[in-house]
């Protein structure tokens, strides 16, 4: 399995991002179909989804998060 962050966001969404390959991945430097999360870390900000559709929301008065 190869291992990923996950970042847990203010607006509960989580996003991941890659850490390092598992060892048969590792010889041909793609990530395998597998993940194992290595770790998980909080984010004091929305994602960068909600962060446009807040951005979007905020002309017309209306808050998503």
Same mark, same amino acid.
């Given at each position: 399995?190869?291992?990923?962050?996950?970042? &847990?966001?203010?607006?509960?969404?989580?996003?991941?991002?890659?850490?390092?390959?598992?060892?048969?991945?590792?010889?041909? &430097?793609?990530?395998?179909?597998?993940? &194992?999360?290595? &770790?998980?870390?909080?984010?004091?900000?929305?994602?960068?989804?909600?962060?446009?559709?807040?951005?979007?929301?905020?002309?017309?008065?209306?808050?998503?998060?």
């Amino acid at each position: 399995m190869c291992r990923y962050y996950a970042h &847990q966001h203010k607006c509960t969404h989580t996003t991941l991002s890659f850490a390092a390959f598992c060892d048969p991945a590792s010889m041909i &430097q793609n990530p395998c179909a597998e993940r &194992q999360i290595w &770790q998980t870390l909080d984010v004091d900000e929305p994602c960068d989804d909600c962060r446009a559709a807040a951005a979007a929301a905020s002309s017309t008065g209306r808050r998503r998060w």
